[in-house]
C-alpha cells in the first residue's frame, strides 16, 4: 500500500493534579497519497490533539505513528523537527505569520531553514503566491492582508518545502463562507496533485469535502 501516514492503537491521557483525562482511547488511522481526509467533531473532542501526534508535535501515551515508513515513536527531537520541516505542512486557525515580514518572507523561512538554497526557495515563493492569485501582495504584511489572504500565504509557507502531508487545524475557523470556499478549493487541488491532506474541523459543511470523512467521537474514529 502507499501509505504515507499510519496511526495504530493511539491513545493519549493528560494526568493533572486531580484528575486524568483520556482523551484518545484508541484511534487507527491510514492514509494515502491524493486523499482528503476531514476528521470532524466538536470542540473539546480531541481533534487538535490528535492532528499533533500526527504532526510529532505531541507524543502519544500509547501506539505508534509512522510517516512515510518512519515510526516517528523512535526518533528524538531534533530527528523529529528535521523530519516535520521536510514531509509535513501545517495550517493553524490562527495563521501564525510573523508581523514584521512581508508574505514572501513568511512563506520562504522554513524553505531557507531546510538549507536549501535561497534564491531557489523565494522563486519558489513568488510562484506559491502567484498560483494562489497573491502575485500582487509579495511585499505586503501580514497585516495589510484580509484574513482569507492570511490563510493563503499560511497555505503558501506550509508548501515551500513541498510536503507529502499538509495538516490543517481548524483552517477556516475565522474565514467567511466565500473565504472557506476558495480555502477547500486550494486543499482540493493539493489533493489532486497527490499530497494528503488531513483536516480537523468542527463543522460538517467543511467535512462534506473529504474524500474521507471520519467522526472523532469519545476517543475513537468513526468513518462518517
Ligand atoms: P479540540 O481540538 O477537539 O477542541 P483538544 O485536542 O484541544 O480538543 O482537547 C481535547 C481535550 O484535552 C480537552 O478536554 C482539553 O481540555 C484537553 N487537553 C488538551 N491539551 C491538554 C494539555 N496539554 N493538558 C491537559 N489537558 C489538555
Ligand atoms: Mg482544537
Known sequence: MNNILRLSDIA???????ETIEVLKEVNLEVGKGR???????SGCGKSTLLNIMGSLDRPTRGTVVLDDVDIS?????ELSALRNKK?????QFHHLLAEFTCLENIALPGLLSGEQPRRVYQRAEHLLDEFGMADKVNRLPEQLSGGEKQRVAIARALINDPLIILADEPAGNLDEGNTNKLLEVFLGLKNEGKAV????HSLDIAKTGTDVYNLREGRLYAM
Open 12 to 18: 493519549k491521557t493528560y494526568f493533572l493534579k486531580n
Open 36 to 42: 482528503f481526509v476531514v476528521i470532524v467533531g466538536p
Open 74 to 78: 523512535s526518533r528524538d527531537d531534533t
Open 88 to 92: 509535513l505542512g501545517f495550517v493553524f
Open 198 to 201: 488531513i483536516l480537523v474541523t
